[in-house]
T-cell receptor, first 114, second 114 residues
Framework: SQQGEEDPQALSIQEGENATMNCSYKTSINNLQWYRQNSGRGLVHLILIRSNEREKHSGRLRVTLDTSKKSSSLLITASRAADTASYFCATDEYSGAGSYQLTFGKGTKLSVIP | GAGVSQSPSNKVTEKGKDVELRCDPISGHTALYWYRQRLGQGLEFLIYFQGNSAPDKSGLPSDRFSAERTGESVSTLTIQRTQQEDSAVYLC????????????FGQGTRLTVV
């Protein structure tokens, strides 16, 4: 099952603008992570926010977490053409089989136009 | 090596043949995940290994799929009697421990069943 669901599915902006992507999830979590994927290959970890945190920054990235609404947002400020990629949120979902699965959403495809 | 290594990077196989995909995680990482990603889609959880615990196989789509891991090192994902719907990128990731740390991904194996 897909724990995290991102929206929008696709986003196209001009270079220099800010990009906001949202993620919703269904069960309680320990933490939520955002990843980036270029060209359908390996994912790169961007940022992790714990369930007791509300906001976190890393460079041009800002992540918020609202556990009451079971949602998170990723903001990329002053976007660059090189930010063009797919962005995924991931949560640790208890599988019921004694372990926590790292479960990914379907992703937001961001296009930054030079 | 410094990162997660997957081999082969590309595999073309005939329908009905068996294939074996390999993942070398980062040394010392106790958690290892396999995911499947179809073109333009999100990551579909397949199987999860954590240390010496029994693997979480809840994501394997059929009994044609199996995976093994030797201790905390190499893992192999085997697909028997491949079908065209098995065509996808298979991604492996490892992390230091279950739950609270980032996952490091390999570049994936692109499997094409003809």
């Amino acid at each position: 099952s897909q724990q995290g669901e991102e929206d929008p599915q696709a986003l196209s902006i001009q270079e220099g603008e800010n990009a906001t992507m949202n993620c919703s999830y269904k069960t309680s979590i320990n933490n939520l992570q955002w990843y980036r994927q270029n060209s359908g290959r390996g994912l790169v970890h961007l940022i992790l926010i714990r369930s007791n945190e509300r906001e976190k920054h890393s460079g041009r990235l800002r992540v918020t977490l609202d556990t009451s609404k079971k949602s998170s947002s990723l903001l990329i400020t002053a976007s660059r053409a090189a930010d063009t990629a797919s962005y995924f949120c991931a949560t640790d979902e208890y599988s019921g089989a004694g372990s926590y699965q790292l479960t990914f959403g379907k992703g937001t495809k961001l296009s930054v136009i030079p | 090596g410094a990162g997660v290594s997957q081999s082969p990077s590309n595999k073309v196989t005939e329908k009905g043949k068996d294939v074996e995909l390999r993942c070398d995680p980062i040394s010392g990482h106790t958690a290892l995940y396999w995911y499947r990603q179809r073109l333009g889609q999100g990551l579909e959880f397949l199987i999860y290994f954590q240390g010496n615990s029994a693997p979480d196989k809840s994501g394997l789509p059929s009994d044609r799929f199996s995976a093994e891991r030797t201790g905390e090192s190499v893992s192999t994902l085997t697909i028997q009697r491949t079908q065209q719907e098995d065509s996808a990128v298979y991604l492996c990731a490892s992390s230091l421990e279950e739950g609270n740390t980032e996952a490091f991904f390999g570049q994936g194996t692109r499997l094409t069943v003809v």
